[in-house]
């Protein structure tokens, strides 16, 4: 029997309906809308899909696998609010962007998406069905703009705030590209020198069977190490990522890792700074797009990746159900609780005084006045979003700056550590051949 699909307004409540009604014709079709008490504004049948062939696959579609690329969907937001705002129809300019895509999963779910719109469904609800390309805060901002009928103006925001967060993420990622690439060369250049070079020092002095001093024993006794268990130098590091993901499965132990590397020295302030930016900026994103403020605040704990954020949005939007204002549940609950998974990592990543460090450091709240000034100005004033992009600015300011210090502080921490490497190695070589010249001479 043929599908027809239709709006329609319920009289009795004013709210608007859609849905679908199986009648032969589309007379009959009215007749059994109309005795649900609705009023039809749109009827529409609906093409019978073929059944797909064994071993077939949608047209247009390739296999894929993983996500999609942040930087691909930045893209892909910004041409889209280029053609929303020249006036294209949704449908029309979905279709051009998903042309132009090359085959992986964005296009494949750019294809589906086109084929829900065409069997009825909104924007919002057709980017729904492809989660693993567009994200609950995507769909959430884009079912706000349908709402409000200032889609290209969620679009347009939408885009600049994935390209301020693409630009914040490059920033961060290129400073650890340096160090990173140094130490990676310098290990194995070390690791070379211990397995090749060594080695046939100690045959030379083993020869002359003189008494070495402590710093060519030492030496010896690394390369010795290197030689019969280089295979650790890689599984070391391999070992602790794996023993970290197996703490972080549980939830308490996800908790106190999260927080060690909120305190971290050094990189803790640039990891705290960045989740605040974003949280931040993803918060007044959402409330200025029109999406309600439990909503944001869920949307944004989901993407925090922190979760002593996760619980901090957690405990304000309970307050708020409460009746209370954003600011004051802010402070509150911005400070840490003690947590011995993070007092363990404290001392194992800064032995003898990491304890001390972490029970001196634990209660610092992770949201300075600042925030909750500007949040408690904002809910006054009527203008939360707009105190939330000025937090967000600031931080990125702070994160650039703090990238850009860290990267220059790095150079000569780096120089320093390959010096001292390599001159230890040469003046535990040539102590003992001095003495050998010397001896002979």
């Known amino acids: 029997m043929p599908t027809f699909q239709y709006e329609a307004i319920d009289a009795a409540t004013g709210k608007e309906v859609r849905d679908v009604v199986e009648a032969t014709t589309e007379a009959e079709a009215q007749a059994t809308i109309r005795s649900m008490g609705y009023m039809v504004t749109k009827l529409k049948a609906q093409r019978a899909k073929a059944a797909p062939k064994a071993g077939s696959h949608k047209p247009g579609r390739t296999f894929a696998i993983g996500g999609v690329k942040s930087k691909d969907l930045t893209l892909f937001t910004r041409q889209l609010s280029i053609l929303q705002d020249a006036g294209l129809p949704i449908l029309r300019s979905l279709r051009i962007l998903a042309e132009m895509q090359k085959p992986g999963r964005l296009k494949n779910s750019l294809l589906d998406v086109c084929d829900e719109i065409e069997g009825g469904a909104t924007l919002s609800e057709a980017l729904s069905k492809s989660p693993k390309a567009f994200d609950r805060l995507y769909c959430n901002m884009i079912r706000a703009g349908e709402a409000g009928g200032a889609l290209e103006v969620i679009l347009r925001r939408l885009s600049e705030f994935m390209e301020r967060s693409q630009s914040l993420k490059r920033k961060v990622k290129g400073a650890m590209v340096y160090p990173i690439v140094v130490v990676s060369v310098a290990v194995g250049i070390l690791t070379f020198i211990m397995m090749k070079i060594v080695p046939q020092f100690k045959k030379i002095f083993d020869d002359f069977g003189s008494t070495l001093p402590p710093m060519t024993q030492l030496l010896i006794d690394i390369s010795n190490w290197v030689v019969n268990y280089w295979y650790l130098i890689p599984a070391i590091p391999f070992g602790i990522n794996l023993v970290i993901k197996a703490i972080k499965l549980v939830p308490y132990g996800r908790f106190g890792w999260d927080l ?154 780096l120089i320093i550590f390959l010096g001292g490497a390599v001159g230890f190695i040469v003046i535990a070589l040539f102590m003992p051949l001095i003495k050998l010249i010397q001896d002979l001479s």
Do not use: C
């Open 260 to 413: 060690f590397i909120l305190k971290a020295p050094i990189f803790g302030q640039l990891v705290e700074k960045n989740i605040l930016s974003r949280s931040t900026r993803t918060l007044g994103t959402l409330l200025s797009s029109g999406v309600p403020i439990l909503e944001a605040l869920n949307i944004t704990r989901e993407t925090s990746n922190n979760m002593m954020f996760e619980r901090l949005f957690s405990k304000v939007s309970e307050s708020i159900r409460d009746g209370d204002a954003i600011a004051k549940p802010l402070k509150e609950h911005s400070a840490p609780p003690l947590n011995a998974v993070a007092m363990l990592f404290w001392t194992v990543f800064v032995p003898v005084i990491g304890a001390l460090l972490y029970m001196t450091r634990y209660k610092k709240r992770v949201v300075d006045d600042l925030v909750v000034n500007m949040v408690d100005v904002g809910e006054e004033s009527g203008e939360l979003d707009t105190m939330l992009y000025k937090v967000a600015d600031t931080y990125d300011e702070e994160v650039a700056v703090l990238t850009e210090s860290l990267t220059s502080l790095m150079e000569p921490l």
